[in-house]
């Protein structure tokens, strides 16, 4: 198998020849530019203005700094890695029985017990937002408090799906820097529940992101002291693990170690951010506490019953580790990222651990950038306060960001 950093060699390579035959601009690289540049070639001979599909009208132009995308947006701004994108073309053959009865499906969760060296409970979603709010809803009863940090997916950009999943359970939003909660937060949060029964909720659960929100990195260490204390109270611990692949990467831990061996619960092992079309695994680490959830996914409307789909996609996602060498690249680009604008006097406003990059730019610069075709949001967060004249901005890398993308983005920052 290709590693990817082959596979990104193989897609500059590709689109070179394609720039060299018609000088078009191909959309996408979810397409072959080989095959499209042939394809616009053959438009062109015709006379046809179809051009079946393709954004560049193949005029002789040489492909300009303008073809560099410079896409920092979001990791879901990605396209479809290649070999998932092939598995679910492959499990497209044929018939297969519905709602996970298929053998792709019953692959993944053998696959998913062996990866983490136990046998677990797994359940495949089509979204993050999904995964996280079954596997609280699980986890946490209707009066259960959830603790989780401020500024965390699950609490800022979930539209209330674990309060509605949950029946009414309640987020609590803990304060703590770069996107980490910390033990003594917990435990002095901890200290205002149990003591008025039945008239308070329970304190039931502590969701953490790994990694975080802001693109650090619990230690295992930091995830075993967040369980002690959660589990000395009877809490269950959730990791949303939408960048899991990331954090075990840059850890360089195993997929038990980061979880389950420090006293995870249940995750959200998230596969759309890393590659995948749309897939993520609710991972129940006590099958014993997985009691229903079938029926709680089903009733949640997010049991998909082409399911062998979904299970493609996760099993071409840790086939030969591709998931492991996409987030790699991801963080490396990152990494590169971070350091090329701090060398310019732009440093990142949180350690650099994932695959997110946190800059305070200068309005007159995220105007000349947001010109010149870059893309990434103005973030907001509490624990960051900057001057009116700079903008937050958050710089997500993915699988499919290209040093060339950082080399003009930095290169316009000068
Ligand atoms: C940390 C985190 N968790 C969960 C999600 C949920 O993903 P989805 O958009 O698939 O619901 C996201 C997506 O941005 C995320 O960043």
Same mark, same amino acid.
């Given at each position: 198998?290709?590693?990817?950093?082959?596979?990104?060699?193989?897609?500059?390579? +590709?689109?070179?020849?394609?720039?060299?035959?018609?000088?078009?601009?191909?959309?996408?690289?979810?397409?072959?530019?080989?095959?499209?540049?042939?394809?616009?070639?053959?438009?062109?001979?015709?006379?046809?203005?179809?051009?079946?599909?393709?954004?560049?009208?193949?005029?002789?132009?040489?492909?300009?700094?303008?073809?560099?995308?410079?896409?920092?947006?979001?990791?879901?701004?990605?396209?479809?890695?290649?070999?998932?994108?092939?598995?679910?073309?492959?499990?497209?053959?044929?018939?297969?029985?519905?709602?996970?009865?298929?053998?792709?499906?019953?692959? #993944?969760?053998?696959?998913?017990?062996?990866?983490?060296?136990?046998?677990?409970?797994?359940?495949?979603?089509?979204?993050?937002?999904?995964?996280?709010?079954?596997?609280?809803?699980?986890?946490?009863?209707?009066?259960?408090?959830?603790?989780?940090?401020?500024?965390?997916?699950?609490? +800022?950009?979930?539209?209330?799906?674990?309060?509605?999943?949950?029946?009414?359970?309640?987020?609590?939003?803990?304060?703590?820097?770069?996107?980490?909660?910390?033990?003594? +937060?917990?435990?002095?949060?901890?200290?205002?529940?149990?003591?008025?029964?039945?008239?308070?909720? #329970?304190?039931?659960?502590?969701?953490?992101?790994?990694?975080?929100?802001?693109?650090?990195?619990?230690?295992?260490?930091?995830?075993?002291?967040?369980?002690?204390?959660?589990?000395?109270?009877?809490?269950?611990?959730?990791?949303?693990?939408?960048?899991?692949?990331?954090?075990?990467?840059?850890?360089?831990?195993?997929?038990?170690?980061?979880?389950?061996?420090?006293?995870?619960?249940?995750?959200?092992?998230?596969?759309?951010?890393?590659?995948?079309?749309?897939?993520?695994?609710?991972?129940?680490?006590?099958?014993?506490?997985?009691?229903?959830?079938?029926?709680?996914?089903?009733?949640?409307?997010?049991?998909?019953?082409?399911?062998?789909?979904?299970?493609?996609?996760?099993?071409?996602?840790?086939?030969?580790?591709?998931?492991?060498?996409?987030?790699?690249?991801?963080?490396?680009?990152?990494?590169?990222?971070?350091?090329?604008?701090?060398?310019?006097?732009?440093?990142?406003?949180?350690?650099?651990?994932?695959?997110?990059?946190?800059?305070?730019?200068?309005?007159?610069?995220?105007?000349?950038?947001?010109?010149?075709?870059?893309?990434?949001?103005?973030?907001?967060?509490?624990?960051?306060?900057?001057?009116?004249?700079?903008?937050?901005?958050?710089?997500? +890398?993915?699988?499919?960001?290209?040093?060339?993308?950082?080399?003009?983005?930095?290169?316009?920052?000068?």
């Amino acid at each position: 198998m290709l590693s990817y950093a082959e596979h990104g060699k193989f897609r500059a390579q +590709t689109q070179a020849v394609a720039r060299d035959i018609c000088g078009a601009r191909h959309v996408s690289p979810l397409r072959d530019p080989l095959a499209c540049a042939f394809a616009c070639h053959a438009d062109l001979a015709s006379g046809s203005r179809d051009w079946h599909g393709c954004n560049g009208a193949p005029t002789l132009t040489v492909a300009q700094d303008d073809d560099i995308p410079m896409n920092f947006a979001s990791d879901n701004t990605a396209p479809v890695a290649q070999p998932i994108l092939d598995a679910i073309v492959r499990a497209n053959a044929g018939y297969a029985l519905g709602y996970g009865n298929d053998d792709w499906t019953a692959a #993944v969760e053998r696959r998913l017990s062996d990866l983490f060296e136990r046998d677990v409970a797994a359940f495949l979603v089509p979204t993050g937002t999904a995964a996280n709010a079954l596997a609280l809803a699980q986890v946490a009863p209707p009066w259960g408090v959830v603790f989780a940090h401020a500024e965390s997916h699950i609490a +800022t950009d979930e539209c209330g799906a674990p309060e509605f999943f949950g029946g009414g359970c309640k987020l609590a939003g803990l304060p703590g820097d770069a996107g980490k909660i910390a033990p003594e +937060t917990l435990q002095s949060a901890l200290a205002f529940y149990g003591g008025h029964s039945p008239h308070q909720m #329970v304190a039931a659960a502590l969701s953490i992101t790994e990694a975080t929100e802001a693109g650090t990195i619990y230690r295992i260490e930091e995830i075993a002291a967040l369980c002690e204390i959660a589990h000395a109270r009877s809490l269950a611990v959730h990791m949303d693990g939408a960048r899991f692949a990331n954090a075990l990467v840059r850890l360089n831990a195993t997929p038990a170690q980061l979880t389950w061996q420090a006293g995870i619960d249940a995750l959200s092992f998230g596969a759309t951010k890393g590659g995948a079309m749309a897939a993520e695994a609710v991972v129940i680490f006590d099958p014993a506490r997985a009691a229903f959830f079938g029926e709680r996914r089903k009733r949640g409307g997010h049991l998909l019953s082409k399911h062998r789909f979904l299970a493609a996609q996760f099993a071409a996602f840790l086939d030969g580790d591709l998931w492991v060498d996409l987030a790699r690249h991801a963080n490396a680009m990152a990494s590169e990222l971070g350091e090329k604008l701090a060398a310019i006097g732009l440093p990142p406003l949180f350690p650099v651990e994932a695959n997110l990059v946190f800059v305070a730019l200068p309005r007159a610069l995220d105007a000349k950038l947001k010109a010149a075709g870059a893309s990434y949001y103005a973030w907001s967060s509490e624990t960051l306060r900057l001057p009116v004249d700079k903008v937050l901005a958050r710089l997500v +890398t993915s699988f499919a960001t290209q040093g060339e993308d950082i080399e003009r983005f930095v290169n316009l920052c000068k």
